[in-house]
T-cell receptor, first 117, second 112 residues
């Protein structure tokens, strides 16, 4: 089946530094990838929709200058958390869209735990 | 405004019985629906989907029913197993598939 891989699965960084999370579709080309953040005991929060070769579309309330998204190829999207602060500590999940006969199915990565100290 | 709603935050079912998870949506433009299962600290896993041209889709122990007039879908798991204990999310998209809307999830506990 379709596989989406996220790296790193766990990262700790110092406050004020930047950290990059990669999302790769391993056996299919994904025109569209999505980035989510999960808060404890809440549903996934869509941060942005990333389309290959174009600028990402950010959801309301998400700072695009802080959460930089690059979708340079059909198999790779990256999320860079710039000038990270402790409140950015969270579980970040990406997904990639696979086009099927009846519609698109999205497959999720394993998620990345970010801890900002 | 939540366009996809799962009104039951939790559900407990005895092993071997049927689990029924419900999901309601408000946008009549949605025509593709998906169910995901999520364990703690992991990404959601795709379970089953249904297009609006169908009202039922079955895959092993999992069956999804769609009632378009009521804007309601449900996931049936039978028989329920302890390994099914997880949070289940329903999601919906329109024909473009460019935006997916998730419900807030229902935590299912299957009691051995």
């Amino acid at each position: 089946g379709a596989v989406v891989s996220q790296h790193p699965s766990w990262v700790i960084c110092k406050s004020g530094t930047s950290v990059k999370i990669e999302c790769r579709s391993l056996d299919f080309q994904a025109t569209t990838m999505f980035w989510y953040r999960q808060f404890p005991k809440q549903s996934l929060m869509l941060m942005a929709t990333s389309n290959e070769g174009s600028k990402a579309t950010y959801e309301q309330g998400v700072e695009k200058d802080k959460f930089l998204i690059n979708h340079a190829s059909l198999t790779l999207s990256t999320l860079t958390v710039t000038s990270a602060h402790p409140e950015d500590s969270s579980f970040y999940i990406c997904s990639a869209s696979l086009t099927g006969v009846f519609g698109n199915t999205i497959y999720f990565g394993e998620g990345s735990w970010l801890t900002v100290v | 405004d939540q366009q996809v709603k799962q009104n039951s935050p939790s559900l407990s079912v005895q092993e071997g019985r049927i689990s029924i998870l419900n999901c309601d949506y408000t946008n009549s433009m949605f025509d593709y629906f998906l169910w995901y299962k999520k364990y703690p600290a992991e990404g959601p896993t795709f379970l089953i989907s249904i297009s609006s041209i169908k009202d039922k889709n079955e895959d092993g122990r999992f069956t999804v029913f769609l009632n378009k007039s009521a804007k309601h879908l449900s996931l049936h798991i039978v028989p329920s197993q302890p390994g099914d204990s997880a949070v289940y999310f329903c999601a919906a998209s329109d024909f473009t598939g460019n935006q997916f809307y998730f419900g807030t999830g229902t935590s299912l506990t299957v009691i051995p």
